[in-house]
């Protein structure tokens, strides 16, 4: 099971014509409504600009005063509190809920908000600590972005176990006890990418099981999907190592990920193939091409090359019959045909009319219907 994010309760409420302050008028932040001049949406940017500063700063209880068309206000301002809380991402996931009561007296609005929090801010501060202490260990002197994003990457999904009680949402609950649900995956990638200086942003949407989370990140002027959750080493196969970090979802583009995350928010377009952009870099030369090849070998991206694909059963045995012939013990390829590999592997070894032994060991590729394939040859 890999879902589960929290969204914040909301609850509203509206008093027209009756003027209410929890404190004296003077105290509160007021912002100058330019109506005369056109220029409310100025005061409406101010006014969120500074509802998302308490948000950060994680106020649970905080009034605002607004000067302005108060039926615009009342008509806007569900739109203006979700406008500032897209503003930081981490806060917009760690809001628990919210409760706001507006009044007005003609052009005059008092704005009441109470918040709660699923991380205080002692513990983000922890998180901070946390994050900044790791990253020294991570991102080394010269590591370029992409280096930055696997290193960051693998350690997420080294370090968190999936949390099955679907309790734990937050960065600090994952750093803590080490578990967290895709939430609490998604709010630790965003600030470990964040104070590694990628740009990155949460993405949420659902998958076959539900409400999911990940990360988008942008590389090189590119954006890309980053799901790590889905890519920690939890495998169905027994005969699989243990704690193997997969890559089936770094790094893939908005048609790769669709082919089981859905989202309806808007999202940065997705559309450069990832393993064709580290193929360019690596084709520049100069002295980082050789971390470009290293990077896309262990990203696995080697199996997207003619020369390591295997169409069909007829390939197959001619794959097989040179590796007899030079006496290997051991191939490895992506074979096309996942579907019906078993029966044309048993074909294939039978149509070279050779005494061998054979055993393989194979895994879904993509989600194109591929398997990797590792064979083992006795003479």
Not at 150 to 177: F, M, N, V
Not at 284 to 313: C, H
Not at 314 to 328: D, P, S, W, Y
Request: net charge neutral; with cysteine; charged share 25%.
């Amino acid at each position: 099971m890999r879902f589960s994010i929290w969204k914040p309760a909301v609850i509203a409420a509206a008093v027209l014509g009756t003027l209410y302050f929890t404190m004296k008028p003077e105290w509160l932040p007021v912002f100058a409504a330019s109506e005369q001049q056109g220029q409310g949406s100025g005061t409406i940017s101010q006014l969120e600009q500074e509802m998302a500063a308490h948000f950060k700063n994680r106020e649970e209880h905080f009034t605002l005063q607004y000067n302005g068309d108060s039926s615009k206000l009342s008509a806007e301002l569900k739109s203006i509190i979700d406008r500032a809380m897209a503003k930081d991402d981490y806060t917009a996931y760690i809001l628990e809920s919210y409760v706001y009561t507006t009044r007005s007296l003609g052009t005059r609005s008092t704005i009441k908000m109470e918040a709660s929090y699923r991380e205080s801010k002692e513990q983000t501060a922890e998180v901070d600590r946390v994050v900044a202490q790791q990253l020294k260990k991570l991102v080394t002197p010269g590591m370029n972005d992409h280096l930055k994003v696997k290193a960051i990457h693998d350690w997420i999904a080294g370090k968190l176990r999936y949390d099955q009680s679907l309790t734990q949402y937050t960065a600090y609950e994952a750093l803590t006890t080490g578990s967290a649900v895709c939430q609490g995956y998604a709010l630790l990638a965003y600030k470990m990418l964040s104070e590694a200086g990628i740009t990155t942003r949460i993405a949420e949407g659902t998958v076959d099981t539900g409400d999911h989370a990940w990360n988008m990140v942008k590389l090189g002027g590119y954006w890309y999907h980053l799901d790590v959750t889905w890519d920690d080493p939890v495998s169905t196969d027994p005969a699989a190592p243990a704690n193997t970090i997969q890559y089936s979802y770094y790094l893939k583009t908005d048609k790769e990920m669709r082919h089981d995350h859905q989202w309806k928010k808007s999202y940065p377009a997705a559309n450069t193939s990832y393993s064709a952009e580290l193929d360019k870099l690596e084709k520049k030369g100069g002295s980082a091409a050789a971390s470009y090849k290293k990077l896309g070998q262990q990203l696995g991206f080697q199996w997207l090359k003619p020369e390591n694909i295997v169409a069909d059963r007829a390939a197959l045995t001619e794959k097989i019959r040179a590796g007899v012939k030079r006496g290997a013990t051991s191939l490895e390829f992506r074979y096309m045909k996942g579907d019906t590999f078993s029966a044309d592997l048993k074909s294939a070894v039978a149509a070279l009319q050779v005494p061998i032994g054979y055993s393989a060991r194979y895994e879904p590729y993509l989600h194109d219907g591929s398997q990797l394939v590792k064979l083992q040859l006795t003479y």
